[in-house]
């Protein structure tokens, strides 16, 4: 499994960002994926979600600026992020995981720790 995420940057407040990730190594359109985010000092943190067929999942703080999407047919995993703010300010990382075994919607708490792979993160800092 790979995991391979760009668009990372320094943007101003307000200002957008579209990160990528594209993945190969299994079969994406069965799979579970996710954005997370880890700043310094802090625990990786789901922003988004998506199922196979999908349905998706946003934390509070991002709901209504960023829109997690996939392409299947390209393998690769979007997150358009808007109104960029300061605090958006961290390393972003592509999650996937098969969710074999796992109960009903789980991927819905966006829990870092249920996903089992991961890319190597792209940076996305936002000045005020």
């Known amino acids: 499994v790979q995991l391979v995420e760009s668009g990372g940057g320094s943007v101003q407040y307000g200002g957008s960002l579209r990160l990528s990730c594209v993945a190969s190594?299994?079969?994406?359109?069965?799979?579970?994926m996710g954005w997370f985010r880890q700043a310094p000092g802090k625990e990786r943190e789901g922003v988004a979600t998506?199922?196979?067929?999908?349905?998706?999942q946003y934390a509070e703080s991002v709901k209504g600026r960023f829109t997690i999407s996939q392409d299947n047919a390209k393998n690769t995993l979007y997150l358009q992020m808007n109104s960029l703010k300061p605090e958006d300010t961290a390393m972003y990382y592509c999650?996937?995981?098969?969710?074999?075994?796992?109960?009903?919607?789980?991927?819905?708490?966006?829990?870092?720790?249920?996903?089992?792979?991961w890319g190597q993160g792209t940076q996305v800092t936002v000045s005020s």
């Open positions: 999650g996937a995981d098969s969710g074999w075994g796992r109960p009903r919607n789980w991927w819905r708490h966006r829990y870092a720790g249920d996903f089992g792979y």
């Open positions: 998506i199922d196979s067929n999908g349905s998706t």
């Open positions: 190594g299994f079969t994406y359109s069965s799979y579970y």
